[in-house]
């Protein structure tokens, strides 16, 4: 069974700050997409990676796929009150394409 | 905006009524996948569709669920005989043809079985 922990669950943090959000697995992912979450809507899809050592930059975020595509990280830098939101990292293996999610991070960033 | 529609976007139900979501993807997405979100976790897979065939339905899709795709566009999720365990966020994924790992989710339907 694939799984992905997700890290830290909850994270309040000071508007300007930095964080970082990691995902792990033991297992192997073809893909490693995020997604941001707003309360009583669904997931919006923030990036995908597929090489293993990847990295992708929107904005001030940054996203990593590990060289062995089995862990990612998200990083936020000078994080604003707009960024506050649950964040999810979610793996497709290679059965059908479903996903397999972490619990999320919820992420409070506070003026 | 993803483009898709959820419907109804809330359901409150009485235990032991059925209930029937519906999503509208737009077009040319081939593979539809049906996810479940409690409070305070991530989604979990429900089900998909490649066209109008259901290749895979998870364990946690008890004989009272039952989903369909009949035309390989809209699909309905249906919950017989509802119970407070039910109680949910439903939400559907349409995939793009030739890239299945992306998923674009809709907004949901939020269940609450009283």
């Known amino acids: 069974t694939q799984l992905l922990e997700q890290s830290p669950q909850f994270l309040s943090i000071q508007e300007g700050e930095n964080l970082t959000v990691y995902c792990n697995s033991s297992s192997v992912f073809s893909s490693l997409q995020w997604y941001r979450q707003e309360p009583g809507e669904g997931p919006v899809l923030l990036v995908t990676?597929?090489?293993?050592?990847e990295v992708k930059k929107l904005k001030r975020l940054t996203f990593q796929f590990g060289d062995a595509r089995k862990d990612s990280s998200l990083h936020i830098t000078a994080a604003q009150p707009g960024d506050t939101g649950l964040y999810l990292c979610?793996?497709?293996?290679?059965?059908?394409?479903?996903?397999?999610f972490g619990q999320g991070t919820e992420l409070s960033v506070k003026p | 905006d993803t483009g898709v529609s959820q419907n109804p976007r809330h359901k409150i139900t009485k235990r032991g009524q059925n209930v029937t979501f519906r999503c509208d993807p737009i077009s040319e997405h081939n593979r539809l996948y049906w996810y479940r979100q409690t409070l305070g976790q991530g989604p979990e897979f429900l089900t998909y569709f490649q066209n109008e065939a259901q290749l895979e339905k998870s364990r946690l899709l008890s004989d009272r669920f039952s989903a369909e795709r009949p035309k390989g566009s809209f699909s309905t999720l249906e919950i017989q005989r509802t119970e407070q365990g039910d109680s949910a966020m439903y939400l559907c994924a349409p995939s793009p043809s030739g890239n299945t790992d992306t998923q674009y989710f809709g907004p949901g339907t939020r269940l609450t079985v009283l």
């Open positions: 990676v597929v090489t293993g050592g």
């Open positions: 979610a793996g497709a293996g290679n059965q059908g394409g479903k996903l397999i």
